[in-house]
């Protein structure tokens, strides 16, 4: 059985950066992406950055491109959000997702096509 832990989630001020994880244990291929959403209150959720575990393909959305990097680590099937120049605007709650059986991706996924969802970890920024 499939299940995703989220940590590292927190309170940081503006400029500042944190390091979120991922940790999806179950999977036995290495076929499958993880990727972050976030969903602030009031607000649809947002895909944010997604990577392939089997090559390390990643994408991002362009509201986080260039401040936020997502890595993994297959040997621990674990996925990295390294987020710095955190903004007031990135405020949420951050959950990963994964997506099962891919080799390959194009683009980045929207939230309807993940099968397996973390219970969300939560980013405040605030002085």
């Known amino acids: 059985q499939v299940q995703l832990v989220e940590s590292g989630g927190g309170l940081v001020q503006p400029g500042g950066s944190l390091r979120l994880s991922c940790v999806a244990s179950g999977f036995t291929s290495e076929h499958y992406a993880i990727g972050w959403f976030r969903q602030a209150q009031g607000k649809q959720r947002e895909g944010v950055a997604c990577?392939?575990?089997?090559?390390?393909?990643?994408f991002y959305a362009d509201s986080v491109k260039g401040r936020f990097t997502i890595s993994r680590d297959k040997s621990k099937n674990t996925a990295y959000l390294q987020m710095n120049a955190l903004k007031p605007d990135d405020p949420a709650i951050y959950s990963c997702?994964?997506?099962?059986?891919?080799?390959?991706?194009?683009?980045?996924?929207?939230?309807?096509?993940?099968?397996?969802w973390g219970q969300g970890t939560q980013v405040t920024v605030s002085t």
């Open positions: 990577v392939l575990m089997s090559y390390g393909t990643t």
């Open positions: 997702a994964t997506l099962s059986g891919v080799s390959a991706l194009l683009r980045l996924p929207s939230p309807n096509e993940y099968d397996r």
